[in-house]
């Protein structure tokens, strides 16, 4: 059977941007060469030719979700409160995603773009490279972590009477659970701080270090 005429125009992101609106409507389950191709209007075939197999279709939906993560960073900020947004945006980001097979892969390519802003960030505040690389995976993982909890969460069934945001046993509300995301992401930001051994040293020249003195051999 020959191709239709619109199968050889079609392109990866015609074939991302139908699998994106099939798991918006109906979930990660839904999406199918079959129903991506049939809401084309074309045979599977060119699908696996412009984008690989199912697997390969999810991931370019992780990506297409994860694009321009980041915001940029406003004149004057420090990484710390930068962080924050940060944090908050990569968050509702995450909860559109809402499927932990999108979001639970540590080496998605939107998550190391949305990490260079952030690394950047952190060095021009005096923080060492590697620290500062450290100090963003630090904050990614602990945010797409609780993303991928967070989409299980269920408000209690009867209150207890006043808590402290999550201290419900029952579970916990939507309000609580934004109030414990910047408590989490607080405390995270505050113990990256109180880590004096991330700073930068001062830059020397080649050969200009300072060599131990020689010990001391002669008699008191």
Request: aromatic share 4%; proline share 7%; net charge positive.
């Amino acid at each position: 059977m020959k191709p239709k005429p619109a199968e050889f125009d079609l392109d990866a992101d015609e074939i991302v941007t139908a699998a994106v609106e099939i798991f918006r409507e109906s979930g990660l389950d839904a999406v199918s060469m079959r129903r991506v191709s049939s809401r084309l209007g074309v045979s599977p075939v060119p699908l696996y030719s412009r984008v690989g197999n199912k697997q390969a279709l999810i991931e370019a939906i992780a990506d297409r979700l994860l694009t321009d993560v980041a915001p940029a960073v406003n004149a004057g900020e420090g990484w710390a409160e930068y962080a924050v947004r940060w944090a908050r945006a990569l968050r509702a980001r995450l909860r559109l995603a809402r499927d932990s097979r999108l979001i639970v892969t540590p080496h998605r390519a939107g998550y190391v773009e949305a990490s260079r802003p952030l690394v950047e960030a952190m060095r021009r505040d005096g923080m060492a490279a590697d620290a500062a690389v450290q100090a963003c995976r630090l904050l990614m993982w602990a945010t797409v972590g609780f993303g991928a909890v967070e989409s299980g969460a269920r408000p209690p069934a009867r209150r207890r009477g006043p808590t402290r945001p999550g201290g419900d046993p029952g579970g916990v509300d939507q309000g609580e659970v934004d109030s414990l995301f910047d408590l989490h992401i607080r405390y995270l930001i505050e113990g990256i701080q109180g880590d004096k051994t991330a700073e930068r040293g001062p830059a020397r020249a080649p050969g200009s270090g300072a060599r131990p003195a020689p010990a001391r051999t002669g008699r008191r």
